[in-house]
């Protein structure tokens, strides 16, 4: 059976080098293999659990994120980029699901405690955030996804999916299996899975200002770059550096390419070269800062201009993710129809 792919992000800012190398860039790449069907969700509902005071903000982000993944290289002939506020089955779906999930479970996704956390709600917890995790297991599975591109801080909600969909079985007991079980597809580089931020923070993020954003232009990159943390003991150049984290390093490991090293600083073949003389001594912050911000103004140029393109027609993005979001509602129909049946919600089946 061919992949079908499905995977999204929240509307709460233009997308970032954490998305990027996190999962568009594995999107690119998967969009040109042998698949089925791909969808990609533009998450609003998901975001307005927790801004759900500044709807503004995410109506506003939807045409944001609907661009950054086109001038990234979506090819929105393959892929099926779709609002999940305008595909209603989901949130039918959600209902129903939420029946086979415990609060106390929800309570110890890994993911969920460590959200919570960062946005003080430990002791007053939204019942949409905390059950958020089951509006995406309707997302996944209304899709009937196999393949689902994440980075790794969302690996519990894709197992989450998978007792969800365990639970529905175990329940309703399907004469067919309604749903496919999803896997989740992460990055092969590590770093590339959970980007950490320009301040040395575990994440990069849109909440904590500690990221690089797709569309920034050249001067707010190389302003960005140069601020960001490395070895605090690394005074002097003559200093032995610590590379284990050190975030210029960490960015190097995954945007670093030999290529670039003929290209922007010959004296080094390769990383691991660079690396040996930082630890050594000898080598400044700042030739490396240099080096890193040569690479990303070489990968986020073509992105930014392809955006500015892009914002001349807005409309015509509207239009497709509108007429998207109704070619994604008629499949999901289609798996709400089947749950239903195996639920026993067929009640047309009562007229006599």
């Given at each position: 059976m061919k992949e079908i792919i499905l995977t999204g992000d929240r509307p709460?800012?233009?997308?970032?080098?954490?998305?990027?190398?996190?999962?568009?860039?594995?999107?690119v790449a998967l969009q040109n293999t042998d698949f089925d069907k791909f969808y990609i969700m533009i998450a609003d509902t998901q975001a307005l659990t927790d801004n759900f005071n500044n709807v503004d903000k995410v109506k506003n982000n939807i045409i944001q994120v609907a661009m950054d993944y086109i001038s990234a290289g979506i090819d929105i002939n393959k892929v099926n980029i779709f609002i999940q506020s305008q595909v209603p089955e989901l949130?039918?779906?959600?209902?129903?699901?939420?029946n086979?999930?415990?609060?106390?479970?929800l309570q110890r996704n890994p993911t969920i405690k460590e959200e919570l956390k960062q946005r003080?709600?430990?002791?007053?917890?939204?019942?949409?955030?905390?059950?958020?995790?089951?509006?995406?297991?309707?997302?996944?599975?209304?899709?009937?996804t196999t393949l689902v591109p994440v980075g790794e801080d969302q690996l519990p909600m894709v197992e989450q999916t998978r007792e969800v969909l365990q639970s529905f079985n175990n329940t309703y007991k399907p004469q067919n299996p309604i749903f496919n079980t999803p896997k989740a597809f992460l990055n092969e580089n590590k770093i590339c899975q959970r980007l950490p931020g320009l301040d040395g923070k575990i994440k990069m993020s849109k909440s904590a200002g500690n990221a690089i954003y797709l569309c920034d232009d050249e001067k707010t990159i190389k302003e960005k770059v140069m601020s960001a943390y490395t070895d605090p003991d690394h005074i002097r150049v003559s200093d032995p550096g610590k590379i284990e984290g050190?975030?210029?390093f960490a960015y190097l490991d995954a945007f670093a390419k030999e290529e670039h090293f003929k290209k922007y600083l010959p004296d080094y073949r390769n990383l691991d070269e660079l690396k040996a003389h930082y630890r050594k001594g000898g080598l400044g912050d700042v030739k490396v800062k240099l080096f890193l911000?040569?690479?990303?103004?070489?990968?986020?140029?073509?992105?930014?201009?392809?955006?500015?393109?892009?914002?001349?027609?807005?409309?015509?993005?509207?239009?497709?993710?509108?007429?998207?979001?109704?070619?994604?509602?008629?499949?999901?129909?289609?798996?709400?129809?089947?749950?239903?049946?195996?639920?026993?919600?067929?009640?047309?089946k009562l007229l006599k």
């Open positions: 709460t800012g233009n997308l970032h080098l954490g998305h990027y190398v996190g999962s568009v860039q594995n999107r949130f039918e779906m959600t209902s129903y699901f939420l086979l999930v415990t609060v106390s479970r003080d709600f430990v002791k007053s917890i939204p019942v949409g955030f905390l059950t958020y995790p089951v509006s995406q297991a309707a997302d996944i599975l209304a899709f009937k050190n975030i210029v911000n040569n690479i990303l103004q070489e990968l986020l140029a073509p992105i930014r201009e392809k955006k500015l393109e892009l914002e001349k027609n807005v409309n015509d993005i509207y239009n497709l993710l509108f007429e998207n979001s109704l070619k994604a509602s008629l499949v999901a129909k289609a798996t709400l129809e089947e749950m239903k049946e195996a639920m026993g919600l067929n009640y047309l």
